[in-house]
């Protein structure tokens, strides 16, 4: 078992010298975590191996060769972050405010199709409803009036009504 973790931990150290000439070859930034990746292995590995962590950050700093894009600075970096940090925010207020307008139509439709939501022709219903309130106060008033006729009517009957019973 040992000879076992000896051999795949001697694989692992060949590929990472192997990624780490090939990165140098195509002149590559190199980092820590980008030969890791290159080599598929964790960044742990590098870090437990002090020799090859040495000769990663020896070349990191070694002077880019004619060709190669020179190191980021770190003022830089930091630069970026903060922008980039300041722009998510701008978009995470932005994505808030979007999902805020979106809820509020949503609920509308809903309110609207469900049947309980006020109608869209709000000004023609107000003057049904005002028409409706004079029909209803003109049938009262010729209500009132048939009523007092036929009261009328009723009074002149039963009074000739005991007129003829009293002749009899």
Known sequence: MTNGRRADSARRRERVLT????LLRNNQDITVSSLARAARVDRTFLYRHRDLLE??????????QEGRIAAVSRVSMQTDLANALERNSRLSSR???LEKRLSAMLGEAAWTESGLGAATDIDQLQQ????LDHELVTT????DERTEELEAARAANRELTRALNQRA
């Open 128 to 131: 049904r409803i005002t028409m």
């Open 55 to 64: 000769r990663v950050h020896a070349a990191a700093i070694t002077p880019p």
């Open 19 to 22: 990624a780490l000439d090939t």
């Open 95 to 97: 994505v808030r405010q």
């Open 140 to 143: 009262r008033g010729q209500l």
